[in-house]
């Protein structure tokens, strides 16, 4: 994969942190897109990495939502940048929705560690993360009705629920830290300076788990999530028999009686 020059990754024990750094806000560009969705699906495919952390590296602010100058480019002047073809204008969203699917879809559990404010797509963008740990003096906010656009609302339902969303979207207000995880967005909300430590905590304890085993649980879970109860329950069941017959799942029961740690054989 080419090297990103709007994001970082860094790989240690398993745990991918992928670090937004788009100065001054990480506004989200096409290109900016683009590489996070080559960044998650690239560690998807691979063995290097079980989960992923997904921050930022700009003081109080994890994403401030689309580029203002890049949407205008896109919607309305309709003009395309060199590494661009015609199907961007036909379909000038798809950029957009490929970057959030490749978080959504790539593979990994992805925890969003937001260290401030998360804006617009920039709050999708945490939608779109399978947990969140937030900073105590972070806020997640849907203000695309002030400046006479619309989005994020479907992914807002991801973490709030439909009334709530309605309430962002309709007001353009802040939704605090304390105030997502009251309403079951967030799974922990912390100091700023204890973020890194929480999020990778929690990644550290989920890349524990059986690889394939994992990204075998995401897909189902993303799969199952909308469907009727039976249906999703039926087929989570048939996923678990497909995670029942892998090695891996020997192992982790072996392990399991023998009062080990497993070792995993990603097959």
Not at 39 to 64: E, K, M, N, Q, Y
Not at 141 to 170: C, D, F, S, W
Request: hydrophobic residues 45%; contains cysteine.
């Amino acid at each position: 994969m080419d090297q990103p020059q709007f994001v970082r990754v860094d790989i240690v024990d398993a745990v991918a942190t992928v670090i937004l750094d788009r100065p001054p806000v990480n506004a989200l560009s096409a290109p900016m897109m683009r590489e996070i969705g080559k960044v998650f699906r690239h560690l998807g495919r691979g063995d290097d990495a079980v989960a992923a952390v997904l921050t930022s590296a700009r003081p109080g602010i994890f994403c401030a939502g689309a580029d203002i100058a890049e949407s205008e480019r896109r919607y309305v002047e309709r003009r395309l940048l060199p590494e661009e073809s015609h199907a961007d204008l036909v379909d000038p969203g798809a950029v957009v929705r490929e970057c959030f699917a490749s978080i959504r879809h790539g593979g990994l559990p992805v925890i969003a560690a937001v260290n401030g404010a998360a804006v617009g797509a920039g709050a999708a963008l945490v939608a779109c993360a399978d947990l969140v740990v937030i900073a105590e003096e972070a806020y997640l906010a849907l203000p695309e009705i002030n400046v006479g656009v619309l989005g994020g609302a479907r992914h807002m339902q991801q973490l709030v629920g439909v009334m709530k969303t309605r309430e962002l979207a309709y007001t353009g207000r802040r939704m605090s830290a304390t105030e997502l995880h009251r309403l079951g967005g967030a799974t922990e909300v912390v100091p700023l300076a204890k973020l890194a430590d929480a999020a990778g905590s929690l990644a550290r304890e989920i890349a524990e788990k059986s690889p394939l085993a994992l990204r075998l649980s995401k897909e189902s879970i993303n799969r199952s999530e909308h469907l009727p109860l039976d249906e999703g329950y039926r087929l989570e069941q048939d996923y678990t028999a497909r995670v029942s017959n892998l090695d891996d799942a020997r192992e982790a029961r072996t392990a399991y009686r023998e009062k080990r740690a497993p070792s995993w054989s990603w097959r």
